[in-house]
């Protein structure tokens, strides 16, 4: 076989080589560009040529060998990771990849937990818009115009064509969603509404501008205060153990009457007084009240008929009192260093 027959072949050879798997493909590396493979050798028969033929037959050869080198990295990148994989095929005592897959959020956890202790008695899940209007999220629910509770919640407006009365805003709480509920639910109506909420507070690491909150609505004939008390003891028992205690203080909303803080005995401390209670032995976890009965008519509910509960917790609260997180910021960075401690998805209540 003459010189130019010999390098045709190999051109061939190099364009129609295959590769199944990775060791194949260092047997096309060896043949061809190995120290004692083909395209090597015909390298050493340049320098034996003539002066007037090396150049265009070095010209050629280099053309061989580039096309050689391009068609190893098609076949590497056609069969990588098949070495791998047979391994794992054939090795079934290899150990397990041990990438981290990713878990649940720790608001996630809890919310769920909430969710499902009150799915448990008969409350439905709603949800309402992040985005919402005055009367939702404040007239409906009784702050008149210019009532300084709406200062209090420091609210976000959203830039748009409303004003006044028209405004959209991010909701502050999750007490719109009881409006939107009793305007297009005739009672019974037993609900939660889980969600996110928007405050306009500087961020530390005790307040934040987004955090989450539980909302809880019951509206029937007759439902009285004496069953909200019920509710949330049993809601505390269940969250956090049998051994704690709930208390009530006289509070003020615009849109419960009476209206009522509740304290939980701290699962911190246990009731002796730490930091977390502020030396107390109690912790604030949720207000309450009965529906006022003008919000009921509001929405289009008989409040001579129906009466009803409300109450809205934190869930970032809720937590903290769980997980123990000292930082609310710690929450959204999602540093993965955080997270991974949830990874079991366990609830650790
Ligand atoms: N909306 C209140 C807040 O964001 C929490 C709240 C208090 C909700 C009393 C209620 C309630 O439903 O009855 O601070």
Redesign the pocket.
């Known amino acids: 076989m003459s010189l130019q027959e010999r390098v045709a072949a190999l051109e061939a050879e190099v364009k129609d080589a295959v590769a199944a798997t990775a060791e194949d493909v260092e047997r096309f590396r060896v043949a061809m560009l190995g120290r004692n493979g083909k395209v090597t050798a015909l390298f050493d028969d340049l320098k034996q040529m003539p002066a007037e033929e090396k150049r265009a037959f070095g010209q050629r050869l280099n053309h061989l060998k580039n096309a050689a080198q391009a068609r190893l990295e098609e076949l590497k990148a056609a069969t990588a990771g098949t070495a791998a994989r047979e391994v794992r095929a054939t090795d079934p005592t290899r150990p397990a990849l041990t990438g981290f897959p990713g878990s649940l959020h720790p608001i996630t956890l809890v919310r769920q937990r909430i969710v499902e202790v009150f799915s448990r008695i008969g409350y439905t899940v709603s949800q309402g818009p992040e985005v919402e209007d005055d009367h939702h999220n404040f007239s409906a629910l009784n702050f008149p115009p210019d009532h300084p509770a709406r200062d209090m919640?420091d609210t976000f407006f959203v830039e748009g064509p409303g004003s006044g009365a028209d405004a959209l805003a991010l909701r502050?709480?999750?007490?719109s969603v009881?409006v939107r509920v009793m305007e297009s639910t005739k009672p019974p109506i037993r609900t939660i509404s889980p969600g996110r909420?928007y405050r306009n507070e500087a961020i530390s690491a005790r307040a934040h501008c987004m955090f989450h909150?539980v909302?809880?609505?019951y509206v029937d004939k007759g439902v009285s205060f004496a069953e909200l008390k019920g509710t949330l003891d049993h809601f505390a028992k269940a969250m956090f153990g049998p051994d704690v205690a709930i208390r009530m203080r006289p509070?003020y909303?615009p849109?419960?009457e009476p209206?009522a803080e509740v304290d939980m005995s701290c699962t911190i401390c246990g009731g002796a007084g730490c930091n977390i209670c502020k030396h107390s032995g109690w912790v604030e976890i949720?207000?309450?009240?009965m529906?006022d009965p003008a919000v009921l008519s509001n929405c289009g509910i008989d409040p001579t008929v129906y009466s009803g509960?409300?109450?809205?917790?934190?869930v970032e609260r809720i937590a903290q009192l769980i997980y123990r997180v000292p930082d609310l910021r710690l929450y959204w960075e999602n540093d993965v260093r955080f997270l991974d401690q949830f990874a079991s998805g366990a609830f650790r209540g």
């Open positions: 919640q502050t709480h999750t007490s009881q909420v909150q909302e809880g609505l509070s909303f849109f419960t209206s949720m207000g309450c009240g529906v509960f409300a109450f809205g917790m934190g």
